[in-house]
């Protein structure tokens, strides 16, 4: 039987590398992405041979309303993978509200509003999976990244509150915590910066976006069928 996730921000590292391990096991994809679009024309090309159909959406969750485009083109939907993100690296006293409502829109409201849309779809299945790519700091923080912070920590209530709601319609609603991981996200740090964070690890490197899709994997899986409202802290043992 066929199986169709919904995959927000997927011109992304680890929004990649999760279509890409996905794709493989058979599954068929959306794939969301706001500016990137060259590189959500690259990933659907590389995920040719696996066969599978792979649909683009377009969509800025930035936005208040922005979640609405997606909902539109979303037919059959066995999961929905919440990986859609940005960044603000600075003191709070120096963020603008505009920064605080773009973080807390593509976090926290348009995951929450566009699951609340979808679930019908995952109810009339009576099974499904819900996974969000939250983060280390959301369970312990961060100086200088406190909008996001609090963002990644409403998401991780969210999937413990959520969990317990919708459990007995066969859905299940787990969270990834990565801690830092070779994206670009980390591009803005110096080389120097990247090796104190390594230091830091008791595993000794930052993670790779690989092993993020394939913890999102296995969350998807009959593996984890009694697996539910669970963050899975995978961070090399940063901040355990």
């Known amino acids: 039987m066929k199986k169709y996730v919904l995959l927000t921000g997927a011109s992304g590292g680890i929004g990649q590398a999760v279509a890409c391990n996905l794709a493989a096991k058979g599954y068929h994809l959306y794939l969301h992405y706001n500016k990137n679009e060259q590189s959500i024309k690259s990933l659907i090309d590389s995920l040719e041979p696996f066969g599978g159909e792979y649909l683009p959406i377009h969509a800025d969750l930035t936005e208040t309303e922005g979640y609405k485009s997606i909902c ?7 999961a929905i993978i919440h990986c859609a993100g940005n960044s603000k690296y600075g003191l709070l006293m120096d963020l603008n509200q505009q920064d605080v409502e773009s973080l807390l829109n593509v976090h926290v409201l348009s995951p929450l509003m566009l699951t609340k849309e979808l679930l019908p779809k995952l109810f009339s299945k009576g099974s ?9 700091w959301g369970q312990t923080g961060a100086a200088c990244e406190v909008a996001y912070s609090a963002a990644k920590g409403a998401q991780i209530a969210f999937v413990k509150a959520l969990s317990k709601e919708v459990a007995l319609n066969g859905i299940r609603v787990n969270a990834i915590a990565p801690g830092a991981v070779e994206t670009k996200m980390m591009d803005g740090f110096t080389e120097e910066e990247l090796d104190r964070v390594s230091f830091e690890i008791p595993m000794g490197r930052l993670g790779q976006t690989d092993e993020i899709a394939r913890c999102v994997a296995f969350l998807l899986s009959d593996d984890s069928s009694y697996i539910t409202g669970q963050v899975l802290a995978v961070n090399g043992g940063w901040y355990i």
């Open 72 to 78: 539109s083109q979303i037919f059959s939907l066995d």
């Open 128 to 136: 499904g999976n819900i996974v969000v790519i939250s983060s280390i």
